[in-house]
């Protein structure tokens, strides 16, 4: 198993290495096949490992492969945590990456940074795999900061585009401020545990709660423990793109079709929700920590899916779906349903992989056209496509025996059965939410497949399906977007697969309660028929059937008429006008005082000419 999990790891940054290095010297054909053996080598063994780790009901295996330093007694370890949860999150992470790496041979193909590209994909893999398998707080952090490089380099990917250089400064920008939260966290946990290794973190807190540590910070005394959970949680805000620090991943749509499936699919962004997940021990001592983790994941679902409707780039309504769904998983976290967060977090990434990367097929065939006012009747065009997108919009929208019927509908009802303070607030949040994920859903499918033809006649006499290289990854998603969760929930969800992976408290335990309302996959299916958010779901696509396939003319009607509301909601709540204007503003304000006062004035004009008087 060892060698089998080094292999997983490996293998893509091998691809990586070759390509980045020899890429310039390389074909086209022999890059991208170093680069997808890798990553699909590294896909088998995932799910062999999985299998022969569920056959043969082995413990969790944590072993070190070197020490990469030592202070004093301390000793700074990289090495691999094996179980459960590391690997299914490998299998995610891999198979969603192979489609990806399969699909970029079609879309990539005119691009003069072909190799450069499987390159950065290959090595985003690596960073992914590295954080998810990490056995410690230090190795933590490098996967945690080496996929936001690679994200930087990939958002950035087509430099001489001045948005997308503005889209990557930002994205890395944002994820600064959540990082610095994440370090003073992991800072933290060294000072009070002399350690960074998990297991040793993890044995201590029995005792290090009941001591109740406190810190004094100027607004008052807080618990150690609350302390560090919201630390490291902030970096989660960040990297998972939470409210108020998610500015960055609407504007990662100026990178390539590819790597935006692979960013909110099954790479950087579900890393936040894989943390709190992993680091359960820790966040389950502190109700202050985890009724804000709640709550943050509340307000990202709903305000980001009202951000949804009024959208008009294809990649950016899929884009705002990612950040309400991203916060349905954290508000699930809040309510101490990891095992819900995670069940959505797998469903979530094959059928948004899969709508990123339909949406990148309409893109080539629309001669990369993006405005989705622009479209209308594709269906007649590109069936494989249009099929696929409708099994990935049903399958988001959690239409019925759909992958995302049964893990949105799960943490919909965790949330329902718990009693922490504002899960009622939490609840309200994401049922109406529902109504909103099937409103701008079905609009946006509407629009692109279903409405009259709106592209010019040249655009239209050229309009064909994508090559087989292009589609056969769309069919191979689309397949897991219906089925997974029949194969998954019951073991997930009313199993013990999870148990060893994830602690919780007695009387937090709000999955435990779900599995002894519903013990199967079929109980929880008929009684989903019966429940709100069903209701919700289906009034969300009768009215975006009535305003974008029935009357056209409402859509205009209502903006006419909530005028106010639709400017708010275009600007998206003024966020990125406040962070210019005030934050950025008076940062560069600041800065220009100090190098004007400090540097010019008292270093040159005081200390150095004064000095050479």
Request: charged share 10%.
């Amino acid at each position: 198993m060892q060698n089998t999990v080094i292999a997983i790891v490996f293998l893509p940054l091998i691809g990586a290495i070759v390509n980045g290095l020899l890429g310039a010297k390389l074909s086209r054909r022999v890059a991208h096949l170093i680069a997808i053996i890798g990553v699909g080598v590294a896909c088998l063994l995932s799910f062999e490992a999985l299998y022969s780790y569920l056959q043969h009901e082995l413990d969790p295996i944590n072993f070190n492969l070197y020490n990469w330093a030592v202070i004093g007694n301390v000793e700074f370890k990289i090495g691999f945590l094996v179980d459960p949860l590391s690997l299914i999150m490998c299998c995610v992470v891999t198979f969603v990456s192979l489609m990806v790496h399969i699909y970029t041979i079609g879309y990539m193909k005119d691009d003069p940074g072909y190799q450069r590209f499987f390159s950065y994909i290959s090595l985003f893999t690596f960073a992914m795999l590295m954080l998810v398998l990490a056995n410690n707080f230090l190795q933590l952090f490098f996967g945690w900061e080496a996929v936001g490089l690679v994200s930087y380099l990939l958002i950035g990917f087509w430099f001489k585009k001045d948005s997308a250089v503005f889209a990557n400064l930002k994205a890395f920008l944002v994820n600064r401020i959540g990082d610095f939260g994440f370090l003073i966290g992991i800072a933290a946990i060294f000072y009070y545990f002399d350690t960074l290794d998990y297991r040793t973190v993890f044995t201590q807190l029995e005792t290090f709660s009941a001591a109740q540590p406190m810190l004094s910070i100027g607004f008052g005394d807080w618990s150690a423990i609350t302390f560090i959970c919201i630390c490291l949680f902030i970096g989660a805000m960040g990297k998972s793109a939470q409210v108020p620090l998610h500015v960055w991943l609407p504007d990662s749509m100026e990178g390539p079709t590819p790597i935006s499936a692979l960013i909110h699919a099954a790479t950087m962004v579900t890393a936040g929700v894989f943390m709190v997940t992993r680091l359960s021990p820790l966040f389950e001592l502190s109700d202050t920590a985890l009724s804000f983790v709640m709550l943050i994941g509340a307000i990202t679902a709903l305000s980001m899916g009202l951000l949804g409707i009024v959208q008009n780039d294809i990649k950016r309504v899929i884009a705002y779906s990612t950040l309400s769904q991203l916060g349905y998983m954290v508000a699930a976290l809040g309510v101490s349903a990891y095992a819900a967060s995670i069940f959505h977090l797998m469903t979530h990434a094959f059928f948004k992989a899969l709508l990123f990367l339909a949406a990148g097929s309409v893109i080539i065939a629309m001669h990369h056209i993006q405005d989705v006012r622009q479209m209308g009747g594709l269906r007649r065009h590109l069936p494989i496509t249009w099929f696929t997108s409708l099994i990935g919009t049903l399958a988001l929208i959690g239409f019925p025996f759909f992958s995302g019927f049964y893990s949105k509908d799960a943490i919909i009802e965790s949330v329902h059965l718990s009693e922490r303070w504002g899960s009622d607030f939490t609840y309200f949040c994401l049922i109406v939410g529902v109504f909103f994920t099937a409103l701008y859903s079905m609009r946006l499918y509407y629009i692109v497949f279903h409405q009259q033809e709106r592209m010019d006649e040249h655009t239209k006499a050229h309009l064909q399906e994508s090559p087989k290289v292009i589609w056969v990854p769309l069919v191979a998603l689309a397949i897991p977007s219906v089925m997974i969760a029949w194969w998954t929930m019951e073991p997930i969800l009313f199993g013990s697969l999870l148990d060893s992976a994830i602690t919780i408290k007695p009387e937090n335990d709000v999955v435990a309660l779900l599995s002894r309302e519903f013990t199967s996959i079929w109980g929880f299916s008929l009684h989903g028929f019966l429940t709100l958010p069903f209701a919700m779901m289906l009034i969300g696509v009768v009215v975006a059937s009535y305003c974008y396939l029935i009357n056209p003319n409402v859509p205009s009607w209502l903006k006419l008429k909530f005028q106010s509301m639709h400017r708010i909601l275009s600007h998206q709540y003024y966020v990125d006008a406040f962070n210019q204007n005030v934050i950025v503003r008076g940062v560069l304000t600041i800065s220009r005082g100090l190098w004007s006062f400090g540097d010019k004035t008292l270093i040159d004009g005081v200390i150095i000419n004064g000095s050479a008087k």
